[in-house]
C-alpha cells in the first residue's frame, strides 16, 4: 500500500461522512496514540504495574471497526483493549485511572490494562485469557438473536489466539447457530514474541472460516477507509442475513507485546521503522484528508496537541485520584453482597476478612 | 404432595422458572431431542421449543462461553453439562469468565447462570467420568456451589439457583435421580447457604452433603439401632455459601462432629469444615473430628472396589465408634 492512497475513500459507508466526522476519525486515531505514549511513560514512573500492552501502530483498526457500528453493535476484545475502550467513547480519565489502580478508573481499579469495561457503551471488555472471550462475543450475539434485536458483535482476537479451542468452538457455535458476530482478527504478526509462521499453520488466517462456512475477508488494518468499508459489510450480513463473519485484518505493533517486552529478540528494529515509513495509519488518513482538503496543517496541529493535552491531564486526573479503600478487595464479588436489600441466601459467602 | 423423583423435582423447577421468565433458558449436550443424557430435561423441547431448549455440539467450552456471554447481556441461562467431569474444558470460561467477570469490571456486570449436572462416582465409569470438584468451584469467589441430597432440595436449590444474580453450580448425582421423595407441585425456594438438619440426635453429628447425606442417615439408623447411639445429620446442602452457624450449633449441641463426603480428603470441603470448627468452635469438642471421605485415589473401575472406596454406612459407623462414645443400650 502507498500511504495516503486508498480505494476505499469513495466507498459508501465513507463517501457519507461529513468533513468533520473524517477529521472526527482521525482525531481519534490520534487521541490512541497519544493516550498510548503517555502510558508508557506512566508505566516507566512506575505508576502502572502488570501487564500493559499499547496499540500503538493499530490504531486504524480499533477506530474503523467500531466507527461503523450501529446503536446495537457491541464490542468485546482481548487485553490489548486501550484503543476499542477509547474508540467506543470512554473517556481517557476513567482508562488511565482503572491503569493507576485508582476508584476513579472504569473497573474502580479492579481490572487493570486487561479488563476495561463500558456495558453502557455496549463494551463487554477488555479479557485477558487469551481466545477466551470468543465464546462470549458469540454469546452476546446469541443474545441479540434471542430478543431479535436487529444488533450484533464485533469480537476481537489476536493472531495469537487463532490455536485456541476457545476460538475453533465460537467459530463453530456462531456458524452453526447463524450468530450475528464479526470475529475480527486483529493480525499484528506476533503471539506475544512468535511470528506467524512460527505459531500458526495454515495461511492465510482467512482459510480458517471456509472449515465453519463462514465468509471471511482479507483487510489492510492501516487503512481506515479499507477497515471501516469491509467491516461495514460484515456487519451488514450480521444484521440482514444473521450470519457471522471472519476479518482478517493485518496491522503491526510498534512497541512489544507488553511493556515488559524489551522487543530485542524476535524481531529488528528495522522492520518496525520500515513498516512505520511505509504504513503508519495515522500518516495514512492524514495525507489522504490533506489530498482531499479535509485537513490543513494548523488543524493537525491543533488535533496533536489537543491529544497530547487530554493524555496528560488523564495522568493528572489518575495521580490526584485516590486508590480504592479496604473494603473494596471483597466488593463487587457476588451481585447478592453488593446488593443486601435483595439478598435471598443465608450464609457465608468469604471466608475471612481484612 | 407428589412423591417424585429428584430426576423429575429438577425437570419441574426448569420447567417452572421457563415458564416464569422468557429469559431462561436450558442448553447443553443431548439436553433437547434426546430429553437428556439423564433425561432430566425430559419434555421441556415439546413445551418450550427448539430457541430454549437447545442442543449444543460436544464443546464444553464453547458453549459455557457463549452462555456466559448470553448472560451478561441479561438471558438466565442454565447450562447442563452431562456430567461435571466435562467441565474441566470448560473452566476456564467458570473461573475467569463466569466467576471473575463482575470483580473485573468493578461491578459493571454480573452473570445470572446455572451450571448444573451430575457430580458423583460410584457408576462404574472410570476416573474421567467420576469427578466431585465441588470443593474446585466453591474455592472460587465469585461462585455459588450447592449439592443436593433429596428430591425436595433438588428442586428447591434449582429454583433459587435459577432466580440468583450470580454464577450458581448445581452438583446433581446420577445415583440420585431415581430417589423419590415428597416434593410440592408449586414452585417453592430453598435459600443456597441453608443447611438442613435431616435427623436429630444428641451424641455426635454427622456432617454431609450430597448423596453422603444418604450414607450418614444409614449410618445414623445403624449407630441407634445396633449401638444405641443417636448421631444427627446435618446436610449441608449449599457448600458456598456455607451456613456456618448451623455447623457451629451442631458442635454446640453434640460436641462430638465426624464429617462425610465424597468429595476425595485432601484439601476437600471436610477438611475446610474441620478447619473452621477448630478455629471457631474449639472448645465445644469433646473429641477430635473425624473425616470419612473417598479413598484418596482416582475413582477405580472395578466394580466391587469402587463401591469401597466411596464412604458407606459401615466406614462412617466404624468412625463415630471410634470416638469412644457410649450409647444408652449399648451392654
Known amino acids: ?354 | 404432595m407428589a412423591l417424585i423423583t429428584y430426576r423429575e423435582a429438577l425437570n419441574q423447577a426448569m420447567r417452572q422458572a421457563m415458564e416464569a421468565d422468557p429469559n431462561v433458558l436450558l442448553m447443553g449436550e443431548e439436553v433437547a431431542q434426546f430429553h437428556g443424557a439423564y433425561k432430566v430435561s425430559q419434555g421441556l423441547l415439546d413445551a418450550f421449543g427448539p430457541k430454549r431448549i437447545i442442543d449444543t455440539p460436544i464443546s464444553e467450552c464453547g458453549f459455557a462461553g457463549l452462555a456466559i456471554g448470553a448472560a451478561m447481556m441479561g438471558l438466565r441461562p442454565i447450562v447442563e453439562f452431562m456430567t461435571w467431569s466435562f467441565s474441566f474444558v470448560a473452566i476456564d470460561q467458570i473461573i475467569n469468565n463466569a466467576a471473575n467477570m463482575r470483580y473485573m469490571s468493578g461491578g459493571l456486570i454480573h452473570v445470572p447462570i446455572v451450571f448444573r449436572g451430575p457430580a458423583n462416582g460410584g457408576v462404574n465409569v472410570g476416573a474421567t467420568h467420576s469427578h466431585t470438584p465441588e470443593n474446585f468451584y466453591a474455592h472460587i469467589p465469585g461462585l455459588k456451589v450447592v449439592c443436593p441430597a433429596t428430591a425436595y432440595d433438588a428442586k428447591g436449590l434449582l429454583l433459587s439457583a435459577i432466580e440468583d444474580n450470580d454464577p450458581v453450580c448445581i452438583m446433581e448425582n446420577t445415583i440420585l435421580y431415581n430417589t423419590k421423595g415428597e416434593v410440592p407441585e408449586s414452585p417453592y425456594r430453598i435459600p443456597l447457604g441453608k443447611a438442613d438438619l435431616k435427623r436429630d440426635g444428641k451424641d455426635v453429628t454427622l456432617i454431609a452433603h450430597g448423596r453422603a447425606t444418604l450414607t450418614a442417615l444409614e449410618a445414623a439408623q445403624q449407630l441407634a439401632e445396633k449401638h444405641g447411639i443417636e448421631a444427627q445429620v446435618l446436610d449441608l446442602r449449599s457448600i458456598r455459601p456455607l451456613d456456618e452457624a448451623a455447623i457451629l450449633a451442631c458442635v454446640q449441641k453434640t460436641n462430638r462432629i465426624v464429617l462425610v463426603e465424597e468429595n476425595r480428603p485432601f484439601c476437600g470441603i471436610n477438611s475446610q469444615i474441620a478447619a473452621l470448627i477448630q478455629e471457631k468452635a474449639f472448645d465445644d469438642l469433646d473429641a477430635p473430628i473425624l473425616s470419612v471421605s473417598a479413598i484418596d485415589a482416582p475413582q477405580i473401575y472395578s466394580m466391587p472396589l469402587e463401591k469401597l472406596q466411596l464412604p458407606d454406612a459401615q466406614r462412617v459407623v466404624a468412625a463415630v465408634l471410634r470416638l469412644g462414645l457410649r450409647g444408652a443400650s449399648s451392654p
Open chain 1, 1 to 354: 500500500m502507498t500511504l495516503g492512497k486508498t480505494a476505499f475513500f469513495k466507498d459508501p459507508i465513507n463517501q457519507k461522512l461529513s468533513a468533520d466526522e473524517h477529521r472526527e476519525l482521525y482525531r481519534l486515531m490520534v487521541r490512541i496514540r497519544r493516550f498510548e505514549e503517555r502510558c508508557v511513560q506512566a508505566y516507566q514512573q512506575g505508576k502502572i504495574g502488570g501487564f500493559c500492552h499499547t496499540y500503538i501502530g493499530q490504531e486504524a483498526l480499533a477506530v474503523g471497526t467500531i466507527s461503523v457500528r450501529g446503536a446495537d453493535d457491541h464490542v468485546i476484545t482481548a487485553y490489548r483493549d486501550h484503543g476499542h475502550a477509547l474508540a467506543v467513547g470512554m473517556d481517557m480519565n476513567s482508562c488511565m485511572a482503572e491503569m493507576y489502580g485508582k476508584v476513579t478508573g472504569c473497573s474502580k481499579g479492579k481490572g487493570g490494562s486487561m479488563h476495561f469495561f463500558d456495558p453502557q457503551r455496549g463494551f463487554w471488555g477488555g479479557h485477558g485469557i487469551v481466545g477466551g472471550q470468543t465464546p462470549l462475543g458469540a454469546g452476546i450475539a446469541f443474545a441479540l438473536k434471542y430478543r431479535d434485536i436487529k444488533g450484533a458483535c464485533l469480537c476481537y482476537l489476536g493472531d495469537g489466539a487463532v490455536n485456541q479451542g476457545a476460538v475453533h468452538e465460537a467459530y463453530n457455535l456462531a456458524a452453526l447457530w447463524n450468530l450475528p458476530v464479526v470475529f475480527v482478527i486483529e493480525n499484528n504478526r506476533y503471539s506475544m514474541g512468535t511470528s506467524q509462521a512460527r505459531s500458526s499453520a495454515g495461511y492465510p488466517l482467512t482459510k480458517r472460516a471456509l472449515a465453519f462456512d463462514m465468509d471471511a475477508d482479507s483487510v489492510a488494518g492501516n487503512d481506515l477507509y479499507e477497515v471501516r468499508a469491509k467491516t461495514a459489510k460484515a456487519l451488514q450480513r450480521a444484521h440482514e442475513l444473521s450470519r457471522p463473519t471472519l476479518l482478517e485484518i493485518h496491522t503491526y505493533r510498534y512497541r512489544g507485546h507488553s511493556m515488559s517486552d524489551p522487543d530485542q529478540t524476535y524481531r529488528e528494529k528495522t522492520e518496525i521503522e520500515d513498516y512505520r515509513q511505509k504504513n503508519d495509519p495515522i500518516e495514512h488518513v492524514a495525507q489522504v484528508l490533506r489530498e482531499h482538503k479535509l485537513l490543513d496543517a494548523a488543524q493537525e496541529a491543533k488535533i496533536d496537541e489537543e491529544a497530547r493535552a487530554e493524555a496528560q491531564a488523564s495522568a493528572v486526573f489518575s495521580e490526584d485520584s485516590p486508590f480504592p479503600t479496604p473494603d473494596a478487595i471483597q466488593q463487587d464479588v457476588y451481585w447478592e453482597s453488593d446488593h443486601p436489600q435483595h439478598k435471598r441466601s443465608e450464609g457465608v459467602l468469604f471466608f475471612n476478612q481484612l
